[in-house]
C-alpha cells in the first residue's frame, strides 16, 4: 500500500514536467484558429507553469484526503458494529451516507480544481 502510494505521488509530480516539455517542443505552425495559446501547451501557459504543478499537487492530496476519510469511517463503523451488532443497520446507513457526502466533496474539490486548471484562472 505504501508503495502504491509512492508511485501515485510520483505519477503526479512527473506529470507537469512532462506536459511542460511537450508543450515546448519546437512543433510546426499552428493555424492562426488554434485554440492554443501561442508558445506553449494549452494548459501550461508560458508565464504560469507553477500555478499547474501546484495544482497536481493539490488534486493529489485531495484523492489521498478523501481516501483516508472513507476508510476511517469504514474502520470507526466496522469497530462499532462489532461492539454492538444490533445497531449494525443504523451504523452501516450512517457510514453510507457520510461516505457519499465525503465523495461528493471530493468530486467538486477535482472538478473545481480541473476547472482552474484549464481556465488558467
Partial sequence: MKKLAI???LVLLAAPAVA???????????PAASAAPAGGFYFFP???PGTAFGIT???GLIIIG??????TIGS??????ARQPEAG????TTMII??????????FAIVVALLTMILGA
Avoid: N, Y
Avoid at 76 to 81: G, K, L, M, S, V
Avoid at 89 to 92: A, K, Q, S, Y
Fill in 7 to 9: 508511485v501515485a505521488m
Fill in 89 to 92: 443497520g443504523r451504523i452501516f
Fill in 76 to 81: 470507526h463503523a466496522t469497530d462499532a458494529i
Fill in 66 to 71: 478523501a481516501g483516508k476519510g472513507i476508510a
Fill in 57 to 59: 499537487i493539490g488534486l
Fill in 46 to 48: 508560458p508565464g504560469r
Fill in 98 to 107: 457520510s461516505a457519499a457526502l465525503i465523495e461528493g466533496v471530493t468530486l
Fill in 20 to 30: 511542460m516539455a511537450a508543450g515546448s517542443a519546437e512543433a510546426p505552425a499552428a
